[in-house]
């Protein structure tokens, strides 16, 4: 290599692991430089990270960017109502944030090569290496898994002969990914359409037989369409992470899906998002309430178009920002406390309350004056006649 450095988007799991390695005794780098981003995987998770990173000998980087994650990318996420078939895409944002920070850091130290730990049958690849380019178009990628068409299977193995065991995880057996927005877990390891995911895999989500049998009431207080506090919480990141611990604790956030990835294939995947769950759900009644018809139905062709670019790899496309301008533009009126009530299991809605609500009952309903509803009769006659003209027709 004409640089004897590579910087490695790190996370201290399986694959990045790995290709520390490779990356030195296969690709004969003299210095590998791991770029770690907290976003919010845990206390846990960022020991085991460091800890492989000590015993591999590299020059680990860790970058808290849980905030800028939740106020970036998670805040636009709610807005825009995000969900790519049932997924709030919580890796599918954190992949362009950790491809944009290796490849700053490549840049600002002059190094050539960026590497990862994506395989060639995943999104990843496509988000990691869209997002380094875009920062970076002179930087070399290099992708090990995909390179020497590796199976996990090698991987686990090549990992034993280095001392290092791949069933060793924070939590849990299947391994995946984690962040404060989302949790998937096995990341397409679940190869059949029925097999059950087991309880211990989940970090948040409780088992119903552990569900307190005590409701919880929590409200959910939103600004220009972005939560601002939730039951006396005001941090936008304490305010999600313990999110997930409060609505996991009621058996609530599991996700099974059948998932159409960027290459065209469908996988089955487990994820867990107790706090996007109800944040989402919650922000979309409150759209419903203070939007117009009008704006709502072509919101949710704007909401479509910006999950579908940002799950497949597109985050940092023009049309992505041009939405972005729409949305926000909506969410001015977005505005008031929605409280939700957690039960075993569910969750619903119990209250709404807006300075910005159309709801006016004093107009529409059969109980109010509201207004002389003789005044309709003309309406309703125009409104028929292309109905009668239709008939005949004969259509």
Aim: hydrophobic share 40%.
């Amino acid at each position: 290599m004409a640089s004897k450095r590579v910087v490695l988007a790190y996370s201290g799991g399986l694959d990045s692991t790995l290709i520390a390695i490779l990356l030195r005794e296969h690709y004969k780098f003299d210095e590998v430089v791991g770029v770690c981003l907290d976003v919010g995987q845990g206390d846990e998770e960022i020991a085991l990270a460091k800890e492989r990173a000590e015993k591999i000998a590299i020059d680990l980087r860790l970058i808290d960017a849980k905030e800028e994650f939740v106020k970036e990318m998670v805040h636009r996420c709610i807005k825009a109502n995000g969900s790519w078939e049932g997924y709030p895409m919580g890796t599918s944002m954190t992949r362009i944030l950790v491809g944009m920070k290796a490849a700053k850091i490549a840049v600002e130290e002059g190094i050539e090569y960026l590497a990862h730990g994506c395989t060639g049958k995943g999104n990843d690849q496509f988000r990691i290496e869209t997002a380094a380019k875009y920062v970076a178009p002179h930087l070399q990628i290099i992708a090990p898994v995909r390179e020497l068409n590796l199976t996990r299977d090698q991987e686990e193995e090549m990992l034993r002969k280095y001392g290092i065991d791949p069933k060793k995880r924070a939590k849990g057996k299947i391994g995946g990914d984690v962040n404060l927005w989302s949790h998937s877990i096995g990341s397409g390891q679940f190869t059949d359409l029925k097999t059950q995911c087991p309880d211990e895999e989940y970090y948040w989500v409780k088992p119903l037989s552990e569900a307190p049998d005590k409701p919880r009431d929590l409200a959910i207080t939103f600004k220009n369409g972005v939560p601002v506090e939730v039951d006396g919480i005001k941090d936008p990141v304490k305010m999600i992470i313990d999110l997930n611990y409060i609505v996991g604790e009621y058996g609530i956030g599991k996700i099974d899906i059948l998932e159409d990835g960027m290459i065209g294939f469908k996988s089955r995947e487990i994820y867990e998002a107790p706090a996007a769950t109800v944040l989402l759900a919650a922000h979309a009644d409150l759209e419903h309430l203070t939007l117009t018809r009008e704006q709502l139905m072509f919101k949710r062709m704007a909401d479509l178009q910006w999950s579908y670019l940002v799950y497949n790899a597109q985050w940092l496309h023009p049309l992505r920002k041009d939405l972005d301008a729409f949305i926000d533009s909506t969410q001015k009126y977005v505005n008031g406390t929605i409280t939700i009530r957690l039960e075993k299991g569910f969750f619903r809605i119990i209250e709404r309350d807006s300075p910005d609500s159309l709801f006016a009952p004093e107009i529409r309903s059969l109980r109010a004056t509201g207004f002389d509803q003789r005044d309709a009769t003309g309406a309703v006659k125009i409104f028929t006649l292309s109905f009668q003209l239709y008939a005949k027709k004969g259509r």
